[in-house]
């Protein structure tokens, strides 16, 4: 059979990560191991994590997709904002969050502002990181429906739509098994394994391409694009106005990685439960932060790989045209699929699956992420919120793994209505969709946790909930051009997913501070940084 070797390989590999993740259920069956693994993970394995947490399906499939459409490396540019981000996370909040002791990040708003502050931030996590991962599954699935289309042939639409809803829901149950098990040892153990696949699947593909090419790398710097890497948005009309409007439309431009993707990586790697909680495993905040800072060096070299084989896929086609590329009912090339149709035309067996299992790693390894985070802040913010505090371990611990549950089902409907969405919308983009999905609330969580952090009497429950809610609908009305002009603005301004954060940070900030913090509250965090 065609894809036999392959899928020997692929069911090796997932004998293997669901092995590890089940070894790990003696160590989670405390609430301190089965969300920090008792704090006592080592600070490479972390890092691990925090890539594999980071590097979604999405990235394997849609940074490939930006270098093949724009043959450059301007997306590799966020490089700058994610490491300047990392920085200020482990200086700022690594501190803070290991100095308060606390397992859902949530814990320290309610410290700092009250309750109803820590309850809104949870909530908002929760549904947004689940719409954001629902939306990265189907990504995984994709190389399935092109594996089934090359077996079978062409399949109409709603055959399509079925493939992507089984298989991404037979990998998320998988995951969610080991995660539910395992706890968060199963997810950095088995992140640990994914990330080192993924390196491997990446480093062969690469040589792969270059190999294929008549010229090697004379053949790829023949069709890369300027600007290759710095795009200073510079625009066709003088003036402040222009570049202005330029820099805050524009997606990949040297001022978006820099203050922008700051924004967004502030907030993504400081305030989203999803990260944190992996940093929070390490020893002590100085291996956390170490952790932390490396995975941003190391992302760019990692992202950068990603998008070259972008560029070697349109040198590759330049040179050997395929009529047999995806296309959409109306003709157009669908990007986002040419390096699975790549990968299950062109590699040999047994190496094809490896990459295919590089891939479902990268999905495994995220959503594993989430599920742990999700089940994490959930229980501690809500179902264990007012529990006794004589309630048995074994009690808190089955909250923890039934949460996870519930999230899995939850993540699975998401990405089933999203598949069903790219199915008769083939023309999405996938790196915009997943990260604007964040930008819409993200901004707001951060907005609260800074003025925290820097205002100190400033900001209550009320005014955090308003400003939040003001932060979200800001962002919304600069995300539509239908809103603007309905109001009567004549010359929309539609912000570009990475200012999404910025804005709502912003907004959300201006708000809370104009609410004076009670006294008790400021005496309470007097008394929490005195100890």
Known sequence: MKFALDAVVLLAYFAIIVGIGLSQRKKSNSVEGYTLG????????VLASILA???SAATFLGAPE????????AYAQFAIGTIIARIIVSFLFIPLFYRHGVISLYEYLETRFGGATRR???????ITRVLAIGTRLYVAAIVVVLAWELWNGPVIPQQKFLIFAVALTILSLMTAIYTMVGGIRAVIWTDFIQVSVLVAALAFTIFFLLGKLPEGWTSVQAVMEKPYFFDFAKPAEPGLAAWLRNVLTADYTLWTAVIGITFLTMATHGIDQDTVQRMLTAKNRRQSALATIMSGIIDLPVVSAFIFIGVLLYAFYLHHPDPTLPRATDGTLETRNVFPHFILTQMPAGLRGLVVAGIMATAMGSLSTALNALATSFARDFLLYRAPEDMPESRRVAALRWSTLGFAIAI???????????????????IPLVLGILGFTFGSLLGIFLVGIFFKRRGNDVGNVLAMILGFVAVVFFSRADLQTAVGIEAPLVLAFPWRIACGALVTILVSVCFPTPKGRVDAMEAVIER
């Open 120 to 126: 809104f931030a949870s909530a908002t996590f929760a």
């Open 66 to 73: 930006s270098g093949y459409t724009h043959r450059n490396w």
């Open 38 to 45: 008792e704090r006592q993970i080592a600070w490479w394995a």
């Open 53 to 55: 947490a980071e590097i």
């Open 412 to 430: 699975i409907a998401v990405g089933v209505v999203t598949s069903y969405y790219v199915t008769y919308h083939p023309e999405t983009q996938i």
